[in-house]
DNA sequence: TATAATAATGACTAGCCAGTCAGTTGTCAA
DNA sequence: TTGACAACTGACTGGCTAGTCATTATTATA
């Protein structure tokens, strides 16, 4: 039984990397150190193997999330969901990479970036959206705001998907469009605690993150030092902003200049982009 | 130049009932009346094809959508925003059957049925809170107000996947967690305006549902059964399964049956099942 | 040590599918 | 009518994979 649970172990990991078609029954018994036949010794097929994981994880997920809800008082107890939802997944994260990887990988890269770039229109779109109806006093919740609008547009696209064609419902557009104004408007008049902030965006939004120009980097720097009081971390973000425009320090100040920023909340992107630029070290050596 | 037009046309459709994998060359080109060999003629791979479906498709409903932002003033701008994507989702709703069929079809029947399963149980999770949180103040909106948490859920949730590993972000979960609850707290007070009913709820959570939980409850219990050792437990198991087939204790035998077992490592997730069924007590009374 | 039972192996089968290409059919101008 | 060209055909190739099963290795038992 230790084999099957070895099995379990090693396919979700191939799983989650590959999907579970791209992933054959040979790749995951060559992983293991096993043979084909063992594998069927421990599973009847393939599918009961993704049955079993789903079940095993999905299970532990559930409990999880109903022990916290359980146990909550009321005063927590919306916390308690939130939280536990989203540490269980964090958890889990093989899970959620398994899920994404089967509609990702499902045809190929191409695919992938063509979904990223229309997603990305969108975004830009709400963005746009957003700022003309509230202008700058939603500055600091704009981006969340964005993310829940495409919340409720991903699961309300939903329910035009009737797969299973019984009722035929005409849905209320009207109303739903209506219902939807309505949620956003209070949103942004009542929401105060956004969760993601600029920075976050900037991170998720690009896969292409590589590509960011110096001068996307320079003005990412600029937008931080306004944000930040002076310190030896903007003292520090203001010097390597010069350095990249015009490289004048040795390694050692610039690395010891990014190392002043590392842990500042605001600045691991731009650690992240600036040790990321393969030139950064050699380029600006004297 | 007007084969591959009939192509696209054709292909969409099959694309939308089986997903890209699932649709064969050899499919499109029968049920398009022509050879394979003409099909080449008209895209270089499957491939082509389908980015050639998805960038058409795509193109129109942001230019749509942009055009409908565009032309609207202040006042109907978010209205018309959310009306023009839901309307031209719907309009292309082969588009999305296509989108859901890839993340459905993509391995079988029987893991698609998994995961409404597990959507349901989640559905009745999120509705609990909800009702001992705000009570029948919210009678009208909680269904609408559960979309509103799973919208939420299924957004913020893709931030956890990093398919690009770059930067290693830590996302803060208590912010999260507070920066959600405060946004459910908002729309439970203010949002007056549903668009999920009661009856559109109904209408659209899985009919097969209730069926299949119990069987699969049964299965589960099974399973669990050949696992564990005679013991007082697994009789009370046994005893559950029988009842749960064909009813036959009491309500106090029943619960009495269930505290036996509420503590068996194996038997947590059946606990909750059971206990989650609605009729579960009421429709056994005799 | 001998024998039986169990575990494990991997070559093999049968099936699917994208993409190819030698050959066929249709068209149209000379 | 003929010949040239384009459109079209579908049998075929090569590559991949889930699942099988005769055979071999290992372990337990007597």
Redesign the interface.
Known sequence: MEKRQLIMDKSMELFAEQ???NTSVQQITDYCGISKGAFYLSFKTK?EL??AL??SL??KM??E??RA?KTAS?KD???A???Q???S??KH?VF??LI?S???Q???E??VS?IYY?QN??DK??L??IE??YGNKIEKTKY?LM??V???????????????E??D?E?????????????????AK???????SHE?FQ??KN?T?GDMTQQQIITLMEENMEKMEDSIEKDSLILLKQHLIEPKFSPAIVKGLIENIRHHPNC??IV?LLE?RGDFYSAYRY
């Open positions: 999907g579970f078609r599918n993704i049955m789903i079940d999905m299970e559930t409990l999330a109903d809800v009321d107890l919306l916390y969901f939130y939280y939802i989203f540490h997944f964090r994260s959620g990479k994404v089967e509609h990702m499902s045809i190929n191409e695919l063509k229309y229109l969108l779109l709400i746009t959206i003309r109806l969340d993310y829940c495409k919340s409720f547009l991903g699961m309300y696209t939903e329910l035009f998907i009737s797969n299973n019984l009722p419902v849905l209320d557009l009207d109303l739903l469009a209506r219902s939807l104004v309505e949620k956003t408007n209070i949103l009542h929401a105060f605690t956004p969760f993601v976050l991170i998720y896969p993150i691991k992107l992240y990321n």
